[in-house]
């Protein structure tokens, strides 16, 4: 994140990833939300797995100014990416070798911005 010190306001409201409302049902207090990063803005997860193999990656995203592009690294790999489109819409980025036990996915941004609601390995 560019701007470490403004912290979100309203989900994991103690850390710097600006995580912002889709939308908010405030009669069942539910919401969905999403991360916004910005050009040269990244943001990194690490998680664990529990079969080595390839799996195909997708996230739902949207970008206000398109083509949105950026690069995904897994573990030591990196991969260029583009969404073009303004509205939520699942882009599937390919199939990606994760390893048993821990892994590491950063997604930055190299121009525009993104608006990203989720990823997910399958």
Do not use: H
């Amino acid at each position: 994140m560019v701007d470490t010190a403004k912290k979100s306001e309203q989900y994991r409201t103690t850390e710097p990833v600006q995580i912002k409302l889709i939308e908010s049902k405030v009669e069942s207090d539910l919401s969905e939300q999403f991360v916004e990063l910005k050009e040269t803005e990244w943001v990194v997860y690490n998680f664990n797995n529990l079969e080595g193999r390839k799996y195909e990656f997708t996230m739902k995203a949207a970008a206000d100014n398109i083509p949105a592009k950026g690069i995904i690294q897994i573990n030591d790999q990196k991969f260029d990416f583009t969404v073009i489109d303004k509205n939520w819409a699942e882009v599937t980025l390919g199939d990606y070798y994760l390893k048993a036990g821990e892994n590491k996915l950063q997604i930055q941004i190299i121009s525009n911005a993104l608006k990203i609601d989720w990823i997910c390995f399958k």
